[in-house]
């Protein structure tokens, strides 16, 4: 099992910045992938940026390229998305979820919700415009 919460919410103004992070506990031992999906209200949930965790390969929406940014502590068990040139369409509850990293499988599966066994409570982002 893989526990997972996220932090860092909040209100941002268009344009500005926020950082969430998720913080990963249980069997955390290499081979995981964490993905970061988002839900504005009345939408499905949708996919934002993906890493191999440990392995180096980032995976971008394309609504989200160029200004989201995911990074790792390894140390700390913790994955970071640094979210830059807020939009008010970036609205949404943000949810991290890991799932086993699987070689050779690329952005298409992990941008999919069922690439992941475990997910956060998610974290609450409002953007002014």
């Known amino acids: 099992q893989v526990q997972l919460v996220e932090s860092g919410g909040g209100l941002a103004q268009a344009g500005g910045s926020l950082r969430l992070s998720c913080a990963a506990s249980g069997r955390t031992a290499g081979g995981h992938a964490i993905g970061w999906f988002r839900q504005a209200p009345g939408k499905e949930r949708e996919f934002a940026i993906a890493?191999?965790?440990?392995?180096?390969?980032?995976y971008y929406a394309d609504s989200v390229k160029g200004r989201f940014n995911i990074s790792e502590d390894y140390a700390k068990n913790t994955v970071y998305l640094q979210m830059n040139s807020l939009k008010p369409e970036d609205t949404a509850v943000y949810y991290c979820?890991?799932?086993?990293?699987?070689?050779?499988?690329?952005?298409?599966?992990?941008?999919?919700?069922?690439?992941?066994?475990?997910w956060g409570q998610g974290t609450q982002v409002t953007v002014s415009s």
């Open positions: 979820a890991a799932g086993s990293a699987r070689p050779g499988y690329g952005g298409a599966f992990y941008s999919q919700l069922r690439a992941y066994a475990y």
């Open positions: 890493i191999s965790w440990r392995g180096g390969s980032t």
